[in-house]
């Protein structure tokens, strides 16, 4: 359904992205960040569905400086190279921006077409960068973070600016239960948590901790918000 277009970014890097529009109405517009594996056919088969579902959706390759064409798998020498990429060579100032420059480019473009609200969604290092804009920026109506790992350790204190709904696994090897318990406790009245009895990453059947209830159930719950607020 989608293709891959690309996106100037603040200093001029043209940055490869997923985009899928809708056979019908549009809903709204939605930004979908990726894992730390990249934009791969996993994401761009989400990307995909929620077109599906009525968004033009736009998946930002927030990886393609350092790594071009950057769609790893899941085990062996792909995640580990995942992990040094997210953890040591990508600059995570530079992922907000970029991210930000593309929720402004889909907003430009919905001003010019009538497409509605803006959302944002994210999955593991993408559910960081999803709780993050929630945070700081003013374009999104809501929020759907899965399973983001500095969403209870790094930025647990600021209250989200719009709807918010994190998805956590209590058996995540990943993301611990006992900050996320913590970060419950906050009481933050913008944000809703939701815990599953499953591990990191279940919403991809393409990994070990693949648990579809989980999956189906997370996304139920993305939907009715975003139609909440008016998607």
Not at 88 to 103: A, K, N, P, S, Y
Not at 109 to 137: D, H, K, N
Request: glycine share 12%; net charge negative; charged share 25%.
């Amino acid at each position: 359904m989608g293709e891959t277009i690309k996106i100037t970014m603040a200093d001029g890097f043209e940055m490869p992205c997923y985009h899928a529009v809708p056979a019908g109405e549009r809903r709204g517009g939605l930004v979908l960040v990726q894992e730390i594996f990249g934009v791969t056919d996993h994401i761009r088969e989400l990307c995909d569905e929620y077109a599906e579902d009525g968004y033009e959706v736009i998946s930002p390759g927030l990886f393609e400086r350092i790594e071009p064409g950057c769609a790893l798998g899941y085990s062996g020498a792909d995640w580990e190279r995942a992990v040094q990429i997210a953890r040591d060579e990508h600059d995570w100032e530079q992922g907000l921006d970029d991210t930000r420059r593309v929720i402004a480019w889909l907003k430009a473009r919905f001003s010019e077409i009538g497409g509605g609200p803006l959302f944002i969604v994210g999955y593991c290092f993408g559910g960081s960068v999803a709780w993050r804009m929630a945070q700081t920026c003013d374009d999104i109506a809501a929020a759907s973070c899965y399973y983001g790992g500095l969403i209870a350790t790094r930025f647990a204190d600021e209250a989200p600016r719009c709807a918010t709904i994190a998805h956590f696994g209590r058996y995540d090897s990943l993301v611990p239960i006992e900050p996320v318990e913590a970060l419950i406790a906050k009481g933050h009245p913008t944000a809703q948590h939701f815990i599953y009895e499953a591990g990191h990453g279940f919403n991809s059947d393409r990994r070990k901790d693949w648990h579809p209830e989980s999956a189906d159930l997370a996304k139920e719950r993305t939907l009715m918000l975003f139609r909440a607020l008016g998607g």
